[in-house]
């Protein structure tokens, strides 16, 4: 497994929530990565962006200024810090890997195409 999701739970609208992403892919820091999620009977969409080295990160309108997403390469890992939930942001969220982009596009990012591995997933459930 390349790519493990983790921290997914239910937590009640306003509340917060981090969920991460383990990664086995080497050189790690050679990987873009992104959050995605899917609601049922929906299509995965794109939530979350970050470059290589951490220093550009993009987000879908619906989760700016929510939602923080952020990476350790030291400990391979990439995490997404959820504030102020609502529960429309009820879904199962993927990280997924694109290998050798050192790139800084917000429309790169958000093409699922674009991907070359995804985690598994975790649910993320948020009640009213």
């Known amino acids: 497994v390349q790519l493990q999701a983790s921290g997914g739970g239910l937590v009640q609208a306003g509340g917060s929530l981090r969920i991460s992403c383990a990664a086995t892919?080497?050189?790690?820091?050679?990987?873009?990565m992104g959050w995605f999620r899917q609601a049922p009977g929906k299509e995965r969409e794109f939530v979350a962006g970050i470059s290589w080295d951490g220093r550009l990160t993009f987000y879908t309108d619906s989760v700016k200024g929510r939602f923080t997403i952020s990476r350790d390469n030291a400990k391979n890992t990439v995490d997404l810090r959820m504030d102020s939930l609502k529960p429309e942001d009820t879904a199962v969220y993927h990280c997924g890997a694109i290998a050798g982009y050192f790139g800084g596009s917000y429309g790169y990012f958000s093409d699922t195409s674009r991907y070359n591995y995804w985690g598994q997933g975790t649910l993320v459930t948020v009640s009213s």
């Open positions: 892919l080497r050189p790690f820091d050679s990987y873009a």
